[in-house]
């Protein structure tokens, strides 16, 4: 069997938008990928994929390629799976997951596709637990147990990737408490980095929510790996953990070394604010989750009450969007409140705001320009950055 030593094509997916961050985050680890839709692509080996899976804050999954080939007829794809050494990701005995799409090929039935897939892996490893579960297209959250494949097929040319992640990437484990309409980790943490912020300013979110931002600040200022954001610096867990090949010394030594990196404090200030009690009493149990407590500030008050520390730093936002008709009125006038107030009390800073249009940007008063493009909760959004001006 091969060793996990042989470098193999990996894959980092992430939101659309999101790609050159998290280029720049494999770069920072000595990896250099190059940036696709949906994600960035490199060659390396376990210690490659162990430290992505860790550190990759703007990732939502890490996956291995396992075969790539094509196929028009059944028996070709049969042909074809059988050839994949299913055993390296399988254990005997094991449970699979399958995620199967197919554009514009031959082959257009996803479920007989995932029947014959299946019907593989158990002719390489064995009955499988539960007989195989097939996976809607979006997968969720969360693949538990199971060994999740995805199988693309477009214009015949089929695409198999193991994935190592398990559950995806945002699921850090420390957020248990949510506001209303929670900002995924990954998110929060593309704000932070597309905005330019890199930990040695202070940060303020004057609507925090559940404290994502504030959150993913502390860990960046930190130096925390988000695969160890809970009080006791142990590891989520990875589905690369149960292949037949896992190096668990290799891996206890990539936990070690990023352990190791932890500053003992945030050398800034980092402070979330809401006007909502609930809103910041989940972001304190969130953060203390995250074993931040005592790296971010919470406080109730409305935006036009915030007290900035001593400056200059970054202003993140991630305010409402008013996806209702009848919401944007109140909304212009929010967006306009904001400007006011960061005119007065942060002249100088940085404002990073992620926005679902132009006219709502304006009202805010000063120039902002485009950071990056992605989606929020399906909407489609950009963050946006630019200086604060003196108040007028």
Same mark, same amino acid.
Request: with cysteine; net charge negative; glycine share 6%.
């Given at each position: 069997m091969p060793s996990q030593d042989d470098r193999q094509p990996l894959f980092a997916v992430t939101a659309p938008g999101l790609e050159p961050l998290a280029q720049a985050e494999l770069r920072a680890m000595g990896i250099h990928g190059a940036a696709q839709a949906g994600g960035v692509a490199w060659t390396g080996g376990a210690d490659d994929l162990y430290a992505a899976n860790l550190r990759l804050r703007t990732a939502s999954r890490v996956t291995v390629l396992a075969a790539e080939f094509r196929a028009r007829t059944f028996f070709e794809l049969e042909r074809h799976a059988r050839r994949v050494p299913w055993e390296r990701w399988v254990p005997r005995g094991g449970a699979v997951r399958l995620r199967v799409t197919s554009r514009k090929s031959k082959l257009y039935h996803e479920g007989a596709i995932a029947q014959r897939v299946l019907e593989a892996v158990e002719h390489r490893v064995g009955p499988l637990a539960g007989g195989g579960v097939v996976a809607d297209e979006e997968g969720g959250e969360d693949a538990g147990d199971a060994q999740m494949f995805i199988v693309r097929f477009v214009r015949d040319a089929c695409t198999i990737r193991a994935d190592a992640s398990g559950a995806l990437l945002h699921l850090r484990g420390y957020r248990q408490a949510l506001a209303r309409a929670p900002l995924r980790e990954t998110l929060g943490a593309a704000m932070l980095l597309g905005s330019g912020w890199d930990g040695t300013a202070p940060l303020v979110d004057p609507m925090c929510g559940s404290g994502t931002i504030p959150i993913e600040a502390a860990l960046i200022a930190r130096g925390i790996a988000p695969g160890l954001a809970n009080p006791e610096r142990a590891p989520r867990g990875y589905a690369f953990t149960a292949w037949p090949e896992f190096d #668990?010394?290799?891996?206890? #030594?990539? /936990?070690?070394?990023?352990?190791?990196?932890?500053?003992?404090? &945030?050398?800034? $200030? /980092?402070?979330?604010? =809401?006007? =909502?009690?609930?809103?910041?009493?989940? &972001? &304190?149990?969130?953060?203390?989750?995250?074993?931040?407590? =005592? %790296?971010?500030?919470?406080? /109730?008050?409305p935006i036009s009450a915030i007290d900035p520390p001593p400056g200059p730093g970054w202003i993140v936002i991630n305010p409402p969007y008013g996806v209702r008709?009848?919401?944007? =009125? $109140?909304?212009?006038? +929010?967006?306009?409140? /904001?400007?006011?107030?960061?005119?007065?009390?942060?002249?100088?800073?940085? +404002?990073?705001?992620?926005?679902? %249009?132009?006219? +709502?940007e304006r009202q805010v008063g000063m120039p902002l320009d485009e950071a990056l493009r992605t989606s929020n909760g399906g909407i489609p959004v950009r963050l946006v950055a630019g200086r604060v001006p003196q108040g007028r």
């Open positions: #668990a010394a290799r891996w206890s #030594a990539a /936990v070690d070394r990023a352990r190791e990196e932890i500053r003992p404090s &945030a050398a800034v $200030p /980092v402070l979330g604010s =809401d006007r =909502d009690q609930g809103a910041i009493e989940a &972001a &304190a149990a969130n953060a203390a989750r995250a074993g931040v407590p =005592d %790296d971010v500030e919470f406080s /109730v008050r008709v009848g919401e944007r =009125d $109140p909304l212009r006038n +929010l967006y306009a409140a /904001v400007g006011r107030t960061l005119r007065d009390r942060c002249p100088g800073w940085t +404002l990073a705001l992620l926005s679902p %249009d132009h006219a +709502l």
